[in-house]
Nanobody, 120 residues
Framework: QLQLVESGGGLVQPGGSARLSCAAS????????MGWFRQAPGKEREGVSC????????TYADAVKGRFTISRDNAKNTLYLQMNSLKFEDTAVYYC?????????????WGQGTQVTVSS
């Protein structure tokens, strides 16, 4: 069973940056396409960014394009999300998950989530 654990969330000022990590155990991460999702209070979960197994292909939601960068280090069994120029509307719980292709269709495995709060 693949286990995913997110870290790196916290309180960030508007315009600031944060780097989220998703560490995998119990399986080989390079077998999976991976994605980041987020859910803000009172809103539905939305896909943020997804990445192919090798890391050569990525996709981003329009709301984060140009500000966020997804990457992975398969040797370390870890997925990352670099978030720059953060806005109030980026406040949410961020989850990593396995996905089916770059369309970001959720797969079987999810992390517990990490809270990102953008506030001044």
């Amino acid at each position: 069973q693949l286990q995913l654990v997110e870290s790196g969330g916290g309180l960030v000022q508007p315009g600031g940056s944060a780097r989220l990590s998703c560490a995998a155990s119990g399986g080989t991460l390079d077998y999976y396409y991976m994605g980041w999702f987020r859910q803000a209070p009172g809103k539905e979960r939305e896909g943020v960014s997804c990445i192919s197994s090798s890391g050569s292909r990525t996709t981003y939601a329009d709301a984060v394009k140009g500000r966020f960068t997804i990457s992975r280090d398969n040797a370390k069994n870890t997925l990352y999300l670099q978030m720059n120029s953060l806005k109030f509307e980026d406040t949410a719980v961020y989850y990593c998950a396995t996905v089916r292709g770059l369309a970001c269709v959720p797969g079987d495995y999810w992390g517990q989530g990490t809270q990102v709060t953008v506030s001044s």
